[in-house]
């Protein structure tokens, strides 16, 4: 049998007993789908006393349109009807490309958009079993005191590599959250940190509700990524990009990558904004981008790949999300 | 800690006393002693673990027992009829789409779900079903075929 942290396991039905369960306990945990969590715990990088699973809290998994154009997707929302929704397919596509390249069909069944924002950071020395870490010696993310990748650090540089996140922050989303104070609202962009081992900012006891994604009319958005294996793999380095077109003109561009920092990053591209496209802008655009991304020696590709790919697709995406611009009609 | 697990299993319903902290693989292998779902990694990476869970594909190795409490869970030895194999179990034995078999009951339970959702699936739509599930053996070109033959079938 397994070996397994022992933890205790509990199915609240609504978000207040969740939050109340958080809070009685500190060393609680959340769990949703679990395809990123169980994986971990396995690995012993975590001893959570509590398990709370958020799966069967009410409405959760819920989608729905908004009066005003948006749409407020539960953070329970598996990815596999993510994909399959017939509103996010029409409206928001660059939602169901970034979905379907996350995992594996089956991990896809279960995995959450909550879950899939709020995964762990990843390194190819963290993530790996008790036994191969105790004999590296442990890291400073988890048990050690010091880090094996930037050995004179005393971060974690570990990546962030959730597709969701940049595809949410080319669309300007927001986040809900709710937690012992209430509910609050952020942009999506600002529910992270660039900190291996602390990278997201919710405070003790709080859990991530929904994401509120505003209409995207006259914005093209696609998301691109490399990964080692096309059927199953996390991103070596991923990229978002919503494109505003009039005839020849760029109006406006927002642009979020993965797969490098510790944090998905919004790249500031206010220079673009307002320019006559020309030949040359989808490479300054990946110069941009190359210039707000770290690699880190995190995985086994080594990070000069990592940076070669990372210009490739943010090229290929932006070029392909122009010429798509051409056949919408901004108002 | 254990609690009492109740659910549906291979049509059956029962209850088990299962420590909080067990996976479902584990629970199917060591308390209902199923041992045709199988363990090929050490978390979510081979699919070997398939099982299905109302009708959809899961992975029992990252999946506590009892987050499916309630549930209808279906293991390989769930697909027998009779004492008979299934129409895929026979397509992956006429069609050579298992050689050393420790892939092949969660590449059936796979496509299991994928004949239930999608009866008569393109060769790409077999491909993108079976996507998470690792063979080191057949170069996967035999499934294909044995899941295409399987479908053949059912849609006679
Ligand atoms: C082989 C393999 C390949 C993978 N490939 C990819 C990939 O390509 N891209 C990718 O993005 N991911 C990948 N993953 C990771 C994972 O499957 C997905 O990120 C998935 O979406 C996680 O969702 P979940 O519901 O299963 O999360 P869980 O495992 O349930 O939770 C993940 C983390 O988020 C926290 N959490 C969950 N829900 C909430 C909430 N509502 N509020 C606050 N915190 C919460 C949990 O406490 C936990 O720390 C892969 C995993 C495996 C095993
Ligand atoms: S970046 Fe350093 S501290 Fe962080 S997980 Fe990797 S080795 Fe550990
Ligand atoms: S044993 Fe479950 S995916 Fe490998
Ligand atoms: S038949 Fe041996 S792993 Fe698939």
Redesign the pocket.
């Known amino acids: 049998m397994e070996l397994m942290p022992s933890f205790r396991f509990h199915r609240p039905t609504s978000l207040a007993e969740a939050v109340g369960a958080l809070t009685l306990d500190p060393h609680a945990?959340?769990?949703?789908?679990?395809?990123?969590?169980?994986?971990n715990l396995r690995r012993f990088l975590a001893r959570p006393g509590l398990l709370v699973d958020?799966t069967a809290v009410e409405g959760f998994g819920s989608i729905q349109k908004m009066a005003d154009g948006g749409m407020r997707i539960g953070?329970g929302l598996t990815?596999d009807a993510l994909i399959e929704n017939d509103y996010v397919a029409a409206d928001w596509p660059v939602l169901r490309e970034a979905a379907l390249?996350?995992?594996?069909p089956t991990?896809r069944v279960?995995?959450?958009v909550?879950?899939?924002l709020?995964?762990?950071t990843r390194c190819m020395f963290f993530n790996q079993s008790e036994w191969w870490r105790a004999s590296n010696g442990y890291c400073l993310k988890h048990d050690g005191d010091r880090c094996h990748v930037v050995v004179k650090s005393d971060r974690c540089f570990a990546t962030y590599?959730?597709?969701?996140a940049p595809a949410l922050m080319v669309l300007d989303a927001e986040a809900e959250v709710i937690g012992p104070e209430g509910v609050r609202r952020l942009k999506v962009a600002e529910l992270f940190c660039d900190s291996g081992a602390n990278h997201l900012n919710?405070h003790a006891g709080e859990?991530?509700v929904a994401v509120i994604v505003p209409a995207a009319e006259g914005w093209c958005a696609g998301y691109d990524k490399v990964?080692v294996r096309a059927a199953?793999?996390?991103?070596i380095a991923g990229v978002a990009a919503a494109i505003c077109r009039r005839g020849s003109r760029l109006c406006a561009l927002r642009v979020a990558i993965t797969g490098c920092n510790s944090a998905p990053v919004q790249i500031s591209t206010a220079e673009f904004d307002k320019t006559d496209w020309d030949t040359a802008t989808a490479e300054a655009v990946a110069t941009a981008v190359r210039k707000s991304a770290e690699f880190r020696r995190t995985s086994n590709v080594s990070a000069k790949y990592r940076r070669h790919v990372l210009h490739a697709i943010t090229v290929r995406l932006v070029e392909r999300l122009w010429m798509q611009g051409s056949s919408l009609t901004v108002r | 800690m254990k609690t009492i697990l109740s659910l549906t299993l291979n049509r059956r319903v029962r209850d088990d006393l299962v420590p909080d902290n067990m996976l479902l693989v584990d629970y199917l292998r060591e308390v209902a002693g199923l041992t045709g779902t199988k363990k090929g990694c050490d978390?979510?990476?081979c699919g070997a673990c398939t099982v299905l869970v109302d009708n959809r594909p899961r992975l029992a190795c990252?999946t506590l027992a009892h987050q499916v409490a309630g549930r209808h869970v279906e293991t390989i030895e769930g697909l027998a009829n009779n004492g008979g194999m299934s129409r895929l179990q026979k397509a992956f034995h006429e069609k050579l789409g298992t050689q050393c078999g420790f892939c092949t009951p969660g590449m059936i339970m796979a496509a299991e779900a994928l004949l239930r959702s999608n009866p008569d699936p393109s060769r790409e739509e077999i491909k993108a079903a079976l996507a998470g599930n690792l063979c080191r053996c057949t170069g996967y070109v035999k499934i294909i075929e044995s899941v295409e033959d399987a479908s053949r079938e059912l849609a006679q």
């Open positions: 945990r959340l769990m949703a789908g679990g395809t990123d969590l169980l994986p958020l953070a990815l390249t996350v995992a594996g991990h279960a995995a959450t909550g879950g899939n709020c995964q762990d590599r959730g597709d969701l919710l859990i991530l990964r199953i793999d996390f991103p | 978390g979510g990476e990252v």
